[in-house]
């Protein structure tokens, strides 16, 4: 089906982008992969009058290390973090660029454009969140960077002005001896998650745990937190007992909504099961274990 | 709503013949490539973005090209189905699914032959877990995926015999 028409602008820059929302104002989207926006156009879910096209605007595309950051270019394809070296060194990323959707849509899906969407069953935002990651948009006043855990703020909404654009994404790479696994259950690939789990363990040794980062994805408006999963394993050497109460502890923080992907119920049992099996891929993965983790079909 | 066709022109290279067009914005590259081409071959089978039933290569990566519009693809290199055959012979990838009944209606098969040449120019010895993933975004309604996964083995060793 076609899109209602809309009058198409291409930026060559950042700055020209951003000059063109704010000429056109409300009725302009930005369009970087298309991946959620052109099905929504083509369903006539969303009808924006002007797109401005950033996919021809150089230099957008990129995952470099700097200092103890990822930094990735907004317009970076989920397909380019898939192949790149230096985020496979940050194996819970490659875990997660791996299995979004399929190859096509990985091919064209942006992770600027996923985080922007905000979708609340979308794979990025749990992931970063258990890694420490900050947004760095671009407005016309020029730049500000934003901690994701602020940057998302409900289901679809982000902290960007109708006018900003995200321009990068840096992300904290964990330190030694750490391990992180991310794991989403879905019923077949090209379609979002039912449930998903990031877990990042930062430990002391092969068994005691200094920091883990816990997340749910898919169970809420937006990724949540499961700070009380969390503290069950902080300090606290992770063994069989430890992961089944945190996984306990998860379970509580999710806030699923029944739907077509199944009951809430089902949901919340589908996270005690998805952390366990992610902090015992995370454990093993501290200790320098090759595990291979992905995303898990129905 | 704008009151007026926007039409941009655009130069795409589809299977190595340059076109140069004007298109309305609006224009899905699966549509640029059925109706301005008359290059039929590459299918639509849903509206979600799901099925691969479009599957083409753009700058050698495979897209759903129903959600593509085509004033994305300008400057750039397209390969469809249509770009597989040598004059006188079938892609081996063709042959493959061919010889080992990989398709029973057709409708899914050039998008299927274009997700496989993807994979098979990235890895040329995939193993059972590589093919399922590299064709994990096609559907097919008619037949079981046995005999696709084993056209795309086959189709890897002629290709690695060659
Ligand atoms: C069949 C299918 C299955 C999918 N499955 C999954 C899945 O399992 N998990 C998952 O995480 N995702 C999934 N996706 C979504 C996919 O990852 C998208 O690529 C992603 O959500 C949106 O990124 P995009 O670059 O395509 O953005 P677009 O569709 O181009 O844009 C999305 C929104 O973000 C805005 N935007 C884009 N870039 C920027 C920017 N730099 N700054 C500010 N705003 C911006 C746009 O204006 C628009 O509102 C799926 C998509 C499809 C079609
Ligand atoms: S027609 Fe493009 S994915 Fe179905
Ligand atoms: S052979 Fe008929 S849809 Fe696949």
Redesign the pocket.
């Known amino acids: 089906m076609y899109p209602r028409a809309f009058h198409y602008h291409r930026a060559t820059s950042l700055s020209e982008a951003v000059s063109m929302l704010t000429d056109l104002g409300e009725e302009a989207?930005?369009?970087?992969?298309?991946?959620?926006?052109?099905?929504l156009m083509k369903l006539r879910l969303a009808s924006p009058a002007h797109l401005v096209d950033?996919n021809f605007i150089p230099g957008l595309e990129y995952v470099r290390e700097q200092g103890n950051e990822l930094r990735v270019g907004?317009?970076t394809r989920?397909a380019q973090i898939e192949e790149s070296a230096e985020a496979a060194r940050v194996p819970i990323v490659h875990d997660c660029a791996s299995g979004?959707?399929?190859i096509q849509?990985r091919n064209?899906?942006?992770l600027?454009?996923?985080l922007?969407?905000a979708?609340p069953?979308?794979?990025?935002a749990p992931v970063l969140l258990v890694l420490g990651t900050e947004v760095v948009c671009q407005g016309p006043d020029g730049e500000r960077t934003v901690k994701l855990e602020d940057f998302l703020v409900d289901a679809f909404v982000t902290t960007?002005a109708p006018n900003?654009?995200?321009?990068e994404v840096r992300i904290t790479q964990p330190p030694k001896k750490s391990g992180g696994a991310y794991i989403?259950a879905?019923r077949s690939a090209?379609?979002?998650?039912s449930a998903s789990v990031a877990v990042q363990l930062a430990m002391e040794d092969s068994s005691v745990c200094r920091e883990a980062g816990i997340a749910l994805g898919a169970v809420g408006l937006t990724a949540i937190r499961a700070r009380e999963a969390e503290k069950v394993l902080n300090g606290k050497s992770v063994d069989s007992r430890a992961i089944e109460e945190a996984a306990e502890a998860a379970m509580r923080a999710a806030d699923p909504q029944s739907d077509m992907r199944g009951s809430a119920e089902y949901k919340r049992v589908l996270v005690r099961a998805l952390v366990k099996r992610a902090l015992e891929a995370a454990l093993r993965r501290s200790r320098g274990e090759p595990v291979e983790v992905s995303h898990l079909y129905a | 709503m704008p009151d007026q066709v926007q039409m941009v022109p655009i130069t795409v290279t589809v299977n190595g013949q340059r076109h140069s067009l004007s298109v309305e914005p609006r224009m899905l590259l699966v549509s640029f490539l059925r109706e301005a081409l008359g290059l039929t071959g590459t299918h639509i089978g849903c509206d979600?973005?799901?099925c691969g039933a479009c599957t083409v290569l753009l700058n050698g990566r495979s897209v759903k090209s129903c959600?593509v519009f085509a004033v994305q693809a300008d400057q750039g290199e397209v390969r469809t189905v249509e770009g597989l055959a040598g004059e006188s012979s079938l892609h081996p990838i063709q042959q493959a699914f061919l010889e080992n009944h990989g398709l029973q209606c057709g409708y899914c098969t050039p998008g299927f032959l274009m997700s496989a040449v993807q994979l098979l120019e990235k890895n040329k010895d995939p193993d059972e877990k590589a093919i399922r993933k590299g064709i994990a975004g096609n559907t097919c309604r008619c037949t079981g995926y046995q005999n696709i996964f084993k056209a795309v083995r086959a189709a890897a060793a002629s290709m690695r015999g060659r």
């Open positions: 989207r930005l369009l970087a992969g298309g991946q959620s926006l052109i099905p950033l907004a317009l989920h979004i959707a399929d849509v064209r899906g942006t600027g454009g996923s922007a969407e979708d069953t979308g794979d990025w960007l900003e654009l995200v321009k989403a879905k090209p379609v979002y998650a | 979600t973005t799901y959600t």
